[in-house]
């Protein structure tokens, strides 16, 4: 394959930079590019013994450090950048000034959280929807201000990158993300319900919010990667990543339970009450505000994607869990603690609305 970027070299095979990530996407990036004929590199701090091949150039620098990402990456050309773990502002500068005449295409992974710190827009969200008033930041040192200034910063870091885009021509594509299941997630957050439906006891959900799912399958962001790095599309632009179903909590469990031969069952709390206990996220992870749903059309429109459906993904993530049992999570330990709320619920010792 001849270097879209890099043409009239004598280089043929693709070129292309990885920026940490290498534990859960990343992971299936450097797997796929490797099996379409690709010269990968990854760079992150080394800190996470990664499984990739030897034959991946490994490149070691704190990406937050401005001279250990410029000594790394001094000389260096590349056809393609993936940045899998660019989250503020300034870090975003240090990289355009760094790659700017030196990638032939910047593919950088948002957030949906993009939308939810928005106001005056309903679900689900389109691109078109990104400008606009913003919420006041919330009480400081709380979760919902943690979440906020999460997708502050990564609206700083698409601004500084469009401005490139608009000075310069800085080639830039931003991938919004919904939640991301995969086999990988390292949160487990999946595999929380997962051993939940096992166990065959109550799910715990709090009443709310109760926002409706549309999340998106780890294959697909590889595939849009691939879309992007075939066609050269997308460029001074943002795309919604995002499978086409959208499901109450309810209609997710209970898909996930046919795929495994299992019936849930779901018993809604207080919020207040479950946080008081300490079982929120893990008894839940997908009952957040912070959950965006996306919609995904134009990301169809602009390079032709379609998304593998919820049922089979599930499948496939089902299936490596039953063949690869991951050590069980930190947030499954209390497991004993949420059957005795429901207990002490059910006897009236307890009120759960």
Same mark, same amino acid.
């Given at each position: 394959?001849?270097?879209?970027?890099?043409?009239?070299?004598?280089?043929?095979?693709?070129?292309?930079?990885?920026?940490?990530?290498?534990?859960?996407?990343?992971?299936?990036?450097?797997?796929?590019?490797?099996? +379409?004929?690709?010269? @990968?590199? $990854?760079? /992150?701090?080394?800190?996470?013994?990664? #499984?990739?091949?030897?034959? &991946?150039?490994? !490149?070691?620098?704190?990406?937050?450090?401005?001279?250990?990402?410029?000594?790394?990456?001094?000389? +260096?050309?590349?056809? @393609?950048? $993936?940045? /899998?773990?660019?989250?503020?502002?300034? #870090?975003?500068?240090?990289? &355009?000034?760094? !790659?700017?005449?030196?990638?032939?295409?910047?593919?950088?992974?948002?957030?949906?959280?993009?939308?939810?710190?928005?106001?005056?827009?309903?679900?689900?969200?389109?691109?078109?929807?990104?400008?606009?008033?913003?919420?006041?930041?919330?009480?400081?040192?709380?979760?919902?201000?943690?979440?906020?200034?999460?997708?502050?910063?990564?609206?700083?870091?698409?601004?500084?990158?469009?401005?490139?885009?608009?000075?310069?021509?800085?080639?830039?594509?931003?991938?919004?993300?919904?939640?991301?299941?995969?086999?990988?997630?390292?949160?487990?957050?999946?595999?929380?319900?997962?051993?939940?439906?096992?166990?065959?006891?109550?799910?715990?959900?709090?009443?709310?919010?109760?926002?409706?799912?549309?999340?998106?399958?780890?294959?697909?962001?590889?595939?849009?990667?691939?879309?992007?790095?075939?066609?050269?599309?997308?460029?001074?632009?943002?795309?919604?990543?995002?499978?086409?179903?959208?499901?109450?909590?309810?209609?997710?469990?209970?898909?996930?339970?046919?795929?495994?031969?299992?019936?849930?069952?779901?018993?809604?709390?207080?919020?207040?009450?479950?946080?008081?206990?300490?079982?929120?996220?893990?008894?839940?992870?997908?009952?957040?505000?912070?959950?965006?749903?996306?919609?995904?059309?134009?990301?169809?429109?602009?390079?032709?994607?379609?998304?593998?459906?919820?049922?089979?993904?599930?499948?496939?993530?089902?299936?490596?869990?039953?063949?690869?049992?991951?050590?069980?999570?930190?947030?499954?330990?209390?497991?004993?603690?949420?059957?005795?709320?429901?207990?002490?619920?059910?006897?009236?010792?307890?009120?759960?609305?």
């Amino acid at each position: 394959m001849g270097s879209p970027f890099l043409s009239g070299c004598s280089q043929t095979i693709m070129n292309i930079l990885i920026i940490g990530g290498t534990r859960n996407l990343g992971h299936f990036m450097v797997s796929d590019f490797l099996e +379409r004929g690709y010269h @990968v590199t $990854i760079l /992150n701090r080394g800190l996470t013994r990664d #499984e990739l091949p030897e034959q &991946v150039e490994r !490149l070691r620098a704190d990406r937050t450090d401005t001279a250990q990402l410029t000594t790394a990456l001094k000389g +260096r050309i590349f056809d @393609v950048v $993936i940045d /899998n773990a660019l989250y503020k502002q300034p #870090e975003a500068e240090a990289i &355009v000034k760094l !790659l700017n005449g030196r990638v032939g295409h910047y593919i950088v992974l948002s957030s949906g959280q993009v939308y939810l710190v928005r106001e005056g827009i309903e679900r689900p969200f389109r691109e078109d929807e990104y400008d606009g008033r913003l919420m006041p930041a919330p009480k400081i040192n709380t979760f919902g201000f943690e979440e906020w200034l999460y997708g502050m910063d990564k609206r700083h870091v698409e601004d500084t990158l469009a401005s490139a885009w608009g000075k310069s021509k800085f080639p830039y594509t931003a991938l919004r993300l919904p939640m991301v299941n995969s086999e990988r997630d390292h949160f487990n957050r999946l595999y929380a319900y997962i051993l939940r439906l096992e166990d065959g006891g109550p799910i715990l959900a709090p009443s709310t919010p109760n926002f409706r799912l549309r999340h998106v399958y780890g294959g697909d962001v590889v595939t849009a990667m691939n879309l992007l790095i075939s066609s050269g599309k997308g460029k001074g632009q943002a795309l919604n990543i995002s499978q086409d179903e959208t499901h109450t909590l309810e209609e997710f469990l209970d898909l996930l339970g046919e795929v495994m031969g299992m019936q849930p069952h779901l018993v809604r709390v207080q919020r207040d009450l479950l946080e008081g206990n300490g079982f929120l996220p893990d008894c839940s992870p997908f009952s957040e505000r912070w959950m965006s749903e996306l919609d995904n059309q134009l990301s169809k429109d602009a390079l032709g994607m379609s998304y593998t459906p919820l049922r089979d993904a599930l499948t496939r993530i089902v299936n490596h869990y039953r063949e690869n049992v991951p050590q069980q999570p930190a947030g499954y330990r209390r497991r004993r603690a949420e059957l005795l709320l429901v207990e002490q619920i059910s006897e009236g010792m307890v009120s759960g609305k």
